[in-house]
């Protein structure tokens, strides 16, 4: 079955320090795929966006993502993080190579800023 | 470029009551989604228009649920009877074309009591 899987539930991070937050999916063939990032009380936000080409993909924040195929992922990084990147992030996937367009989502990484 | 709307932010209502959120999209987008996110999950689609078609509504439970979008632009979602566990955020989103980015309005935070 087709599916998006974001492993980690919560990550803490100090302010300053990198982070890492997973994406796996399980689709027939390599799908279109999206990181959003959501405050609360708001709605998402996209972060940045892979269709083809460069593996690495810079986004917006200061976020960056890179897919590799061979597992299946589209982890999203950032260097350094910020006391305001504490959020919800979420991960998703459009089918491509079919007429299903639709647009779905991982469980979601809540992410702590600490000072 | 104006966003996303919806109306209204809030909403309290007793159960069994209906109750409607509406939807302006980005001009010019053809493609409009209405998800529904419970607390602490991700966003779950209920449908999805191309224009005014509705495309997939396959996981829109149509027993109480309708939705419409007149003349490809706005739309609405209507809750008829509402009922607790309808309660949660109920998410807009447009996009240009289907499998392009979706920019999503602030949502709409039912609590149904």
């Known amino acids: 079955a087709q599916s998006v899987t974001q492993p980690d539930i919560h990550i803490t991070v100090s302010e300053g320090a990198s982070l890492e937050l997973r994406c796996n999916y399980s689709?027939?063939?390599?799908?279109?795929l999206f990181w959003y990032v959501q405050s609360p009380g708001q709605g998402l936000q996209l972060l940045l966006k892979?269709?083809?080409?460069?593996?690495l993909v810079q986004g917006i924040k200061g976020f960056e993502a890179e897919f590799k195929r061979s597992q299946s992922s589209f982890n999203l990084r950032k260097p350094s993080v910020h006391w305001s990147d504490a959020a919800e992030y979420f991960c998703?996937?459009?089918?491509?190579?079919?007429?299903?367009?639709?647009?779905?989502f991982g469980a979601g990484t809540t992410v702590t800023v600490r000072a | 470029e104006a966003g996303v709307v919806q109306s209204p932010r809030y909403k309290i209502i007793e159960k069994k009551q209906p109750v409607a959120f509406w939807c302006n999209p980005i001009?010019?987008?053809?493609?409009l989604y209405w998800y529904l996110q419970n607390l602490g999950q991700g966003p779950e689609l209920l449908i999805r228009y191309e224009n005014e078609e509705a495309v997939d509504d396959s996981q829109l439970p149509k027993d109480r649920f309708s939705a419409e979008r007149l003349k490809g632009v706005d739309s609405t979602l209507k809750i008829q009877p509402a009922e607790l566990g309808d309660s949660a955020v109920y998410l807009c989103?447009?996009?240009?074309?289907?499998?392009?980015?979706?920019?999503f309005g602030q949502g709409t935070r039912l609590t149904v009591v």
């Open positions: 892979y269709f083809s080409g460069d593996t």
């Open positions: 998703a996937v459009v089918p491509s190579g079919t007429n299903d367009y639709k647009l779905s």
């Open positions: 001009s010019g987008h053809n493609t």
């Open positions: 989103a447009s996009s240009l074309l289907p499998a392009t980015e979706a920019f």
């Open positions: 689709y027939g063939a390599t799908p279109y």
